[in-house]
């Protein structure tokens, strides 16, 4: 469904990063990790369509993005951001129903269907009780699920979420990690990045492990995501630790700072 | 996760503010008839309206005088609400007027320069029109080419630079002017007026503010999307550069056409919106009608006022800002954390 080919990113005049190739198939889950700084937004970004690629390629369901409208893209990709500045006080099912306007004429308001998708995606989140507040007056992690059901709004065929969980309390970010494998198993292929090397090891299948630019490695989470990867990508000292039941967690040595 | 909260904006409150408004508007347009130097009384206004015989003074009055006047005042205020609604949704801005991006600043050099010229009044509408359009097509041309930059910060930016070089012409132009003639008419322009509005000025003015009015309500639902961060609106299938170019382009059309026959009247473009904001939300679909009809009220209470507060015409200019700076400071205070 995304096919990114020898790809080189950035912005204009300064490239950030090259030699990026990955596939990602409906119902797969993609974990992009790596530093502050390594290129995982320029990547998303870029993978959008809201940056031009420095060289190679991206191909979404076999198209090519270059030959892609905007809203053409906006069927196929979801994004999340990685948080928002709100503005003005539109109200989160406005917010929410923006996610429908890749889907309208260009002159049309949603209709009533799109109310309803835009209610079901509130609710899939559990969000619905929010739906008259403003966006200006929720917490920043009600803000980042409401993001999440913009995107989901869209019905697009590939998610793009950027640091979905870096806001969110404890809760939350469990919320959101399982909306994410429920949203792969329904068929949608997504991409996510995170801080936490566990996120990658508790729901994506890929972990894609991307420093200055470069894709250190990439592959089943519980293959490269190694004390040593992790040491090279952070510079610090780091220990994958097997749980009972068969999973794993990463567990940071404090006092070994390298 | 949370209780469900009330509507902030529910639609029945929507509905009472469009009432509330078109009520207030048309009240004012009575009163506006009736007062001045030579009172009106509605029964006369309703005779000449429908066609009945009634004396020439009358009729005279109100066809001639005070009819124009006051559609222009609607017209005026109209137009600038509208202007300025697009532009605070568009520049994620509640504090910005339509004159952001130089505007007034562009008509103003303009009918500066035709009254240093000619004293035409013809002359100085058209120029100040031309000036408008062309005083924001230079700051979009340039503000386009510094790539790299937040489009928008460009923009902004690039209006405050040439808005201060034209305000430097118009400054040498003044100083060069004749102290006698010229000088009050430029002084004279620059506060606004509706003083000498004739029929003719309002056949100009209102089809090009329609023109421009049609394509913001047709893309109602979109506009919304440009008070979204760029990458987000483009996420989600909206080609910003092309809207945001639209909305510019109707908005300076608007604002040029009305400020070419009231010279430059400040505070309603950027006290309207927000007041209008308060009332009802920012979706852009319902805010512009509203914004439109509280815009034309208040400009029309601001011109009725100043022709009757005193034997002189108060420029309205100075009137809308004597008004808009307490009210723009109450509100500020009154408003809860967002808009």
Not at chain 1, 107 to 130: H, N, Q, T, W, Y
Request: net charge positive; hydrophobic share 50%.
């Amino acid at each position: 469904m995304l096919e990114v080919h020898d790809l080189a990113f950035g912005f204009p005049g300064r490239t950030v990063g090259r030699n990026v190739s990955f596939t990602l198939a409906g119902g797969e889950t993609l974990c992009v990790l790596g530093p502050n700084g390594g290129g995982k937004t320029t990547l998303f970004r870029t993978v959008l369509g809201l940056l031009e690629p420095h060289g190679g390629t991206i191909g979404i369901g076999g198209r090519p993005l270059r030959r892609l409208g905007r809203a053409e893209i906006a069927r196929e990709i979801g994004y999340v951001p990685q948080g928002h500045a709100a503005y003005f006080a539109y109200s989160v099912r406005e917010f929410v129903l923006m996610g429908r306007t890749a889907h309208l004429g260009t002159f049309s308001s949603p209709s009533k269907e799109d109310e309803d998708v835009a209610g079901r995606a509130l609710e899939s989140l559990g969000i619905a009780g929010l739906a008259d507040k403003p966006v200006t007056e929720i917490s920043g992690g009600e803000r980042q699920l409401a993001l999440v059901a913009r995107a989901l709004a869209q019905e697009p065929r590939i998610l793009v979420l950027d640091e979905p969980t870096a806001s969110l309390d404890f809760g939350n970010q469990v919320r959101v990690l399982e909306r994410i494998t429920a949203l792969a198993r329904s068929g949608i292929a997504v991409l996510f990045s995170s801080h936490d090397p566990d996120h990658a090891l508790l729901c994506a299948q890929r972990a894609l492990l991307l420093a200055e630019g470069r894709i250190l490695e990439i592959g089943a989470p519980r293959e490269v995501i190694r004390a040593d990867t992790l040491e090279r990508m952070y510079g610090v000292s780091v220990q994958v630790v097997p749980l009972p039941g068969g999973a794993h967690t990463c567990l940071p040595a404090i006092g070994r700072v390298l | 996760m949370r209780e469900r909260g009330a509507a902030r904006f529910p639609a029945a409150m929507t509905r009472a503010c469009y009432f509330a408004a078109s009520a207030a508007l048309l009240a004012l347009v009575g009163i506006a008839f009736a007062v001045g130097r030579y009172p009106v009384s509605l029964a006369e206004l309703f005779s000449v309206l429908t066609g009945q015989p009634v004396g020439a003074n009358v009729e005279m009055v109100v066809l001639q005088v005070r009819g124009p006047r006051v559609l222009a005042a609607v017209l005026v205020g109209a137009a600038l609400a509208a202007a300025g609604t697009a532009y605070q949704g568009m520049f994620r801005n509640p504090l910005v007027s339509p004159d952001i991006l130089g505007v007034s600043t562009g008509a103003a050099l303009g009918a500066v320069l035709a009254i240093f010229l000619s004293q035409e009044i013809v002359l100085t509408q058209i120029f100040a029109f031309c000036g408008g359009l062309a005083a924001v097509g230079l700051v979009y041309a340039v503000g386009a080419r510094l790539r790299g930059h937040d489009p928008l910060l460009a923009l902004v930016l690039t209006g405050v630079v040439i808005g201060t070089l034209l305000g430097s012409a118009i400054a040498l132009l003044k100083y060069l002017a004749d102290p006698y003639n010229q000088l009050p008419a430029i002084t004279f322009w620059l506060l606004g007026s509706l003083a000498a509005i004739s029929p003719k000025d309002i056949w100009y003015s209102m089809p090009l503010v329609l023109i421009g009015l049609a394509p913001m309500l047709l893309l109602r639902w979109r506009i919304n999307l440009l008070a979204l961060p760029d990458d987000e609106a483009r996420a989600l299938g909206v080609d910003t550069r092309r809207l945001r170019t639209i909305v510019i382009a109707c908005a300076t059309l608007m604002t040029a056409s009305v400020v070419a026959i009231s010279g430059i009247i400040g505070w309603v473009g950027l006290l309207v919106p927000h007041a209008a904001r308060l009332l009802v939300g920012p979706d852009f679909g319902r805010l512009l009608p509203l914004a439109m009809l509280i815009g034309a009220a208040f400009m029309l209470a601001v011109d009725t006022l100043c022709r009757t507060l005193a034997m002189i015409e108060v420029p309205p200019g100075v009137l809308t800002a004597l008004i808009g700076t307490p009210f723009f400071l109450w509100l500020f205070a009154l408003a809860r954390r967002s808009w």
